[in-house]
């Protein structure tokens, strides 16, 4: 790829990560190399078993063992620092064809990560990066800087009936 683009999608709608995951394996299957980084996560989740599918697939979390919606920890804080240190190296390598930031959007919403620094890593990055960036809450900056924006929308959904998140459908 001689110029990569900048993807977010975002919205209150389940299918943001699973769009993300994928791109990622039909990246992988075209023999590109991927790269996702999880903000906010480090449950054990389905897809931590890509790398042992793909070769070409790295995958870290920076996360706790549970999801943050509000008043995160200092925990939180560190584990997002040191994720978005990596991220920022990553941004100007040229190891990965494909960056996957996934729940970045709500890290910022969260002032885990600066939103500046965000901005001025995407501004910053390798050219030939395509970069996706997922969660809720993309500000106006983040949205216009993107060359794609996905809305995903909740019209309904069976957590309102009491179903819990499944193995291999949710997590």
Not at 107 to 133: F, Q, R
């Amino acid at each position: 790829m001689k110029k990569g683009y900048i993807h977010v999608y975002t919205g209150n709608g389940k299918g943001k990560t699973t769009a993300a995951l994928g791109l990622s394996v039909r990246a992988a299957c075209a023999g590109l190399e991927v790269y996702i980084g999880q903000f906010l996560k480090g449950m054990d989740y389905s897809e931590l078993k890509l790398p042992e599918y793909f070769s070409n697939i790295t995958m870290e979390q920076f996360g706790s063992d549970y999801f943050i919606e509000q008043n995160p920890s200092e925990e939180d804080q560190k584990k997002a620092d040191i994720g978005f240190k990596k991220v920022e190296e990553i941004l100007l390598s040229d190891k990965y064809d494909l960056v996957i930031l996934d729940e970045i959007l709500v890290a910022v919403s969260l002032g885990l990560v600066n939103s500046d620094e965000l901005l001025n890593a995407i501004k910053n990055k390798n050219p030939k990066i395509e970069l996706v960036l997922t969660g809720r809450n993309a500000s106006e900056e983040i949205i216009d800087i993107a060359d794609l924006v996905t809305e995903m929308k909740e019209i309904k959904h069976y957590y309102q009936k009491g179903v819990q998140a499944r193995i291999g459908i949710e997590k």
